[in-house]
């Protein structure tokens, strides 16, 4: 474990498509537990938890799938990514039950000298405290563009939208302490993770 007795934890952020869970991957390579925000979001809001009750409650059935009662995350979208209210509605049901389980992730790993967690919403969020180091991934915006065209089929409109309702990349990379640029190929990401990787193994 690090000097402290706890693990040092690397909070991964970046907009959207800008390929923190493609670092995510690369760490997970190196044998360091990785944990994804956006996961936890998936389970808490699939299983029957108390934030899946409390999105339903606010939401509506519009948004709670039929038979399991699952939250439709798409439908879902479509209300947050259009009304600046609902979206922190949404967020300040979320985010504490995010926080409290990725804590409780990263307390599984006492052994671990390092962990890390993919947030998206990192800054947006307030949580920067919550972690040792941040690294943000950033993207050529065209780059960015054209890989939410094709893996999640949005038009122009509806990406704007997206990047919007987040911080941008240049504000994100300013308030970090690495950055890491996922514009170029796979092994060139790699490569300037695995530099990231060597400093920090001296530090803890």
């Given at each position: 474990m690090s000097k402290n007795g706890h693990p040092y934890v690397i909070g991964i952020t970046g907009t959207i498509a800008s390929g923190?869970?493609?670092v995510g991957k690369i760490l997970v390579a190196h044998g360091i537990p990785v944990f994804d925000s956006d996961l936890i979001v998936h389970d808490l809001l699939t299983q029957n938890t108390s934030t899946r009750k409390a999105v339903a409650d606010r939401f509506g059935s519009s948004v709670v799938k039929e038979g399991d009662g699952a939250i439709d995350r798409a439908a879902l979208?479509?209300?947050?990514?259009?009304?600046?209210?609902?979206?922190?509605?949404?967020?300040?049901?979320?985010?504490?039950?995010?926080?409290?389980?990725?804590?409780?992730?990263?307390?599984?790993?006492?052994?671990?000298?390092?962990?890390?967690v993919l947030a998206p919403l990192l800054f947006e969020a307030g949580l920067k405290s919550e972690y040792n180091e941040i690294w943000t991934v950033i993207t050529n915006s065209e780059i960015l563009k054209e890989r939410l065209r094709l893996r999640d089929q949005l038009s122009d409109s509806e990406i704007d939208r997206r990047l919007a309702?987040?911080?941008?990349?240049?504000?994100?990379?300013?308030?970090?302490?690495?950055?890491?640029?996922?514009?170029?190929?796979?092994?060139?990401?790699?490569?300037?993770?695995?530099?990231?990787?060597?400093?920090?193994?001296?530090r803890t």
């Open positions: 923190k869970s493609a979208g479509q209300i947050v990514f259009t009304d600046a209210t609902a979206r922190r509605d949404l967020e300040a049901i979320v985010h504490p039950a995010v926080i409290m389980e990725c804590r409780r992730r990263v307390q599984k790993h006492p052994k671990n000298n390092i962990v890390a309702a987040q911080w941008s990349q240049d504000k994100k990379a300013s308030l970090s302490d690495m950055v890491i640029d996922n514009s170029g190929t796979p092994a060139n990401t790699a490569k300037q993770v695995d530099v990231l990787l060597e400093k920090l193994k001296l």
